[in-house]
């Protein structure tokens, strides 16, 4: 089955820094890469993601880039803010039919003022 | 439109006792699932449903039982509760086919002792 590797498990910026967490998986048939933030106490929420025929998406100071050869993927944050303090979640599945996702360990990003 | 609804938000139980955490969705969302969310391992699945009448096996099933008679609810059953479970448990869903964004509930905190 798939599994998801996710790096670094703690990441410390200063505001106005860019943050960069990065995630490889297993399975190689693995085509959605979405990423999730969950505020302390809150549910995850999805920020953005990513399918296997992109390279790279954008969304305002959030992206995300994917190298397939390499089977990873990574989430930058530009222009840091301190309301991106928060723990992102990576994850991968097999879209388009079953949509079971498989969870990096997460990162906690503190973004210090 | 309530989305994803858990109850209970808390819950505490005592070794060897049994409980179901309920989850409901509005959305007419086919797929379905459960997740566990334990300090530094990110969101385990623990059982999913790809429609009424039809769930499988996560990555942590063992000690949890599920069951999807309709769309709307996909309850999780604690047959016999151990201090291992001690977590918080999210349940997600989303349209199997053709969108694969996740909609979480705000989560069940469990304590067994």
């Known amino acids: 089955g798939e599994n998801v590797e996710q790096h670094p498990s703690t990441l410390s910026v200063q505001e106005g820094d860019s943050a960069v967490i990065k995630c490889t998986y297993s399975?190689?048939?693995?085509?959605?890469f979405p990423w999730y933030k969950q505020e302390l106490g809150k549910r995850p929420q999805l920020i953005i993601d990513i399918r296997s025929n992109v390279g790279e998406k954008k969304d305002q100071r959030i992206a995300v880039t994917l190298n397939k050869t390499a089977k990873h993927f990574s989430l930058h944050i530009t222009e840091t803010q301190p309301e991106d303090s928060a723990v992102y979640f990576c994850a991968a599945s097999l879209s388009g039919g079953y949509n079971k996702l498989i969870f990096g360990a997460g990162t906690r990003l503190a973004v210090h003022p | 439109n309530a989305g994803v609804t858990q109850t209970p938000k808390f819950q505490v139980l005592k070794t060897g006792q049994s409980m179901t955490l309920q989850c409901a969705q509005d959305m007419n969302h086919e797929y379905m699932s459960w997740y566990r969310q334990d300090p530094g391992m990110g969101l385990r699945l623990i059982h999913y449903?790809?429609?009424?009448?039809?769930?499988d096996q996560g990555e942590v099933p063992n000690g949890y039982n599920v069951s999807r008679s309709t769309t709307e609810d996909f309850p999780l059953r604690l047959l016999s509760a151990a201090p291992s479970q001690t977590s918080v448990y999210f349940c997600?869903?989303?349209?199997?086919?053709?969108?694969?964004?996740?909609?979480f509930g705000q989560g069940t905190r469990l304590t067994v002792v």
């Open positions: 399975d190689s048939a693995s085509n959605y």
């Open positions: 449903s790809v429609g009424a009448g039809i769930t």
């Open positions: 997600a869903s989303s349209r199997a086919l053709g969108e694969t964004k996740a909609f």
